[in-house]
C-alpha cells in the first residue's frame, strides 16, 4: 500500500520525503501546463534532478509519448535505483506511472497529483496506462506508487472547468459509498469549500474499497458508476469540436447511469431525480445528439468490466449503495441517453 501525504506544505513535505529514500537519479516528468505552473512550487525544494515536459491533453495520452519518455529515461542513464517524480494531473500520474513500471522492468515512482481529479481519484489505486486508438485506458497495468504527497496548493492553479471536472469524482464518491457525503456536497457556490477535507475523505472512500479489492475483480467495479457511458462519451467526443473533460463526461454518465439504477436496481425516483437535480447543477446540460448514439454504445463494448458480449454495469440500489455486474442492453443504454436529452433545464 503506498504511503499518502496531505500535506500543508509541499515545498517542505516533499523535501523531507525524499530525504528519507535512496535512488542513483531522480527523473520529474510532467506536461507542458504542469511544468508552468506547478513545478515552480517545489522546485526550490527538490535535489539535483532530471526533468522531462511533453505537451498537455489527453490526446498526448498515447504510446508514441511513452515512447518519447523511455528514450529520455534511457538517455538520462537511468537504472534501476532510480526514482521518478509524476508531477501533474491524471494524464501524467497514469502515463508517467506505466512508463517507470514497464523501463527495465519496473523502477520506482511516486506521484504528485495536480488537480483535483488526480487527488481524488488516479493518485490512489495503482491503475496506470494510456489510451489506444481511441479507447481510453486500454493498454495498462496496475502498480502502486511508493508514495503520493496531495497539497491543495496547486488547486490555485486550476481553470474552474478543471476543478469542476474533479468535482465529478467527488460526487461519485458519495454516489457509490455515503450518502451523507454526498448531501454534504454544494452546488451553489461549490468552488469555495474546504477542499481538503473534502479530498482527504473522498481518498479515504476510494482507498477503502481498493484496499478490499485490489485487481477489480469485484467491489472495485462500483468506483466505475457513471463511467460505462460516461467514458465512452468521452472517447467518442475527444477528437471533435465539442471535446468533453473527463468529469464533465462522466457526469453525463452518471445521470444516464442514474436512470439504469432506477430501471434495473429500483432505485427510488426521488434519489433518480435528486442525482440530476445536483449533477445539472453543477455541469449544466449537454446535447447528445442520437446520430451519435451507435458510435457511443459501440465503445460501451470496450469498457474492461464486460465479459464476453455482455454490458456490465455499476448501478445504484439508493444513494450511497452500490452494486455492480448488472448486464444491460444496447436498447436500455439508448433509452439512458434519451432520459438524458429528454431532461429541461
Request: hydrophobic residues 40%; glycine residues 10%; negative net charge.
Amino acid at each position: 500500500m503506498e504511503t499518502i501525504i496531505f500535506s500543508a506544505n509541499i515545498g517542505q513535505d516533499l523535501q523531507r520525503y525524499l530525504a528519507t529514500k535512496k535512488y542513483s537519479k531522480l527523473g520529474l516528468i510532467m506536461d507542458s501546463h504542469t511544468a508552468r505552473d506547478c513545478y515552480p512550487l517545489v522546485a526550490d525544494h527538490l535535489p539535483e534532478h532530471l526533468g522531462h515536459s511533453f505537451p498537455a491533453g489527453e490526446v498526448h495520452k498515447n504510446l508514441n509519448t511513452c515512447q518519447e519518455i523511455w528514450q529520455w529515461m534511457t538517455e538520462s542513464g537511468f537504472d534501476r535505483k532510480a526514482l521518478v517524480i509524476n508531477l501533474g494531473g491524471g494524464v501524467t500520474g497514469d502515463m508517467g506511472g506505466f512508463c517507470a513500471s514497464t523501463y527495465k522492468r519496473g523502477i520506482r515512482f511516486i506521484n504528485i497529483p495536480t488537480t483535483l481529479l488526480s487527488q481524488v481519484d488516479a493518485s490512489v489505486g495503482g491503475k496506470l496506462g494510456v489510451d489506444f486508438n481511441g479507447f481510453k485506458n486500454h493498454i495498462g497495468v496496475f502498480n502502486e506508487p511508493e508514495g503520493v504527497i496531495i497539497s491543495e496548493a496547486f488547486l490555485k492553479t486550476l481553470p474552474e472547468a478543471e476543478l469542476r471536472s474533479g468535482y465529478a469524482e467527488i460526487i461519485k464518491h458519495g454516489l457509490i459509498r455515503n450518502e451523507n457525503y454526498f448531501n454534504s456536497l454544494k452546488t451553489e457556490n461549490w468552488q469555495q469549500q474546504p477542499w481538503k477535507d473534502i479530498i482527504e475523505v473522498s481518498v479515504g472512500i476510494k482507498r477503502d474499497v481498493v484496499d478490499k479489492d485490489p485487481k477489480e475483480d469485484g467491489l472495485r467495479k462500483i468506483l466505475n458508476f457513471g463511467h460505462t457511458i460516461g467514458h465512452a462519451i468521452e472517447s467518442y467526443f475527444l477528437d471533435t469540436p465539442y471535446h468533453l473533460l473527463h468529469g464533465e463526461a462522466i457526469a453525463i454518465g452518471m445521470v444516464a447511469e442514474a436512470y439504469l439504477s432506477h430501471r434495473f436496481l429500483r432505485m427510488p425516483k426521488t434519489d433518480l431525480d435528486t442525482i440530476q437535480q445536483k449533477l445539472l447543477a453543477v455541469f449544466g446540460k449537454v446535447s447528445i445528439p442520437e446520430k451519435d448514439f451507435g458510435p457511443i454504445i459501440e465503445l460501451c463494448f470496450q469498457d474492461k468490466k464486460n465479459e464476453g458480449n455482455v454490458l456490465n454495469f455499476s448501478l445504484l440500489r439508493r444513494i450511497g449503495e452500490c452494486d455492480y455486474n448488472i448486464a444491460v442492453g444496447r436498447e436500455e443504454i439508448i433509452q439512458s441517453l434519451n432520459f438524458y436529452n429528454g431532461i429541461e433545464v
